[in-house]
């Protein structure tokens, strides 16, 4: 009898998450109102545990209003009434919260406001071979009144930190392993 010869694996064989189909929308990234004289953008690469660029990551970012608010806004998902096909923000509207994937470098952005009562935007990872999405922070400032910040040692802190750039952008590399691992939360 011959060997069977391998073969590539089906769907049903990988676990994926499939970030192509749905999760994306228009604008996803967009969260400040076009033209806010305020707006920042918060942008990084996802790294692997060897350091290589994740190409397939999904990055979702949540936060409150520059006043503190944190109701959320509609207008993130709208459709077409039409066809159905997803429109995505309205360009108006602020709702504090964001979807963006990864591009072929690893590289995501959002360009959103400065988040009101707390110096940080809450984000959610999701990449290949993670069964379950990493929750972390991206401080915009080095808050020395947070409780989380305390709690940690400085180089464990300051994988936390966004490094403040020019024309009011802010880096955020999100390391998923290895020895510059990005701090991720646990909530229960």
Known sequence: MSPVPPHAPTPSQTIGPYHGYALPFPRGGEIAPAGHPDAVTL????YDGKGVPVDDGLVETWQPAPDGSRAGA?????QDAVGGTPRGRDGVTFTGFGRVPTDPDGHWAV????PGGVP?????VFARGLLDHLYTRAYLSDDPDDA???SLAPDR?????ARPGP??????????????????????
Do not use: K
């Open 157 to 161: 802190r300051a994988t936390l930190l």
């Open 111 to 114: 360009r959103t406001l400065r």
């Open 74 to 78: 509609p207008g993130s998902l709208r």
């Open 120 to 124: 940080y935007v809450c984000l959610a």
């Open 43 to 46: 942008h990084g690469y996802v």
């Open 148 to 150: 989380l910040l305390r």
């Open 167 to 188: 024309h009011g952008t802010y880096r955020f590399d999100i390391h998923l392993q290895g020895d510059d691992e990005t701090v991720f939360l646990a909530f229960a």
